[in-house]
């Protein structure tokens, strides 16, 4: 049974820093591009950056470039998202997903079929 478990989140002030992590057991996905997306009250689920298998390509939606860094770990089958100069519109449920497809990376949430259960962050102004 595949899990993804995030952990990390909390309650921030703006301009403050978290790093949140995705731990995946169940099935190994090397192969497979891994995705962070988050939610707010009252909007859709929103792409905030992905990685490739190797990890040496990554995709950012705008609103997060240069301030946040995805990363991961193959050996240890976890993921991370390095969230810096936080703003309190950086404030939602933070979701891991793993992309069905290997060898495709995408920003778009069609194609990532397993999910965590998510991690809230809250950035306070």
């Known amino acids: 049974q595949v899990q993804l478990v995030e952990s990390g989140g909390g309650l921030v002030q703006a301009g403050g820093s978290l790093r949140l992590s995705c731990a995946v057991s169940?099935?190994?996905?090397?192969?497979?591009?891994w995705a962070w997306f988050r939610q707010a009250p009252g909007k859709e689920r929103e792409s905030v950056a992905a990685i490739s298998e190797s990890g040496d390509m990554t995709v950012y939606a705008d609103s997060v470039k240069g301030r946040f860094t995805i990363s991961r770990n193959n050996a240890e089958n976890t993921m991370y998202l390095q969230m810096n100069s936080l703003k309190p519109e950086d404030t939602a449920v933070y979701y891991c997903?793993?992309?069905?497809?290997?060898?495709?990376?995408?920003?778009?949430?069609?194609?990532?079929?397993?999910w965590g259960q998510g991690t809230q962050v809250t950035v306070s102004s």
């Open positions: 169940g099935r190994t996905f090397s192969s497979h591009a």
């Open positions: 997903s793993v992309h069905a497809t290997a060898y495709y990376l995408s920003l778009a949430r069609a194609g990532y079929a397993y």
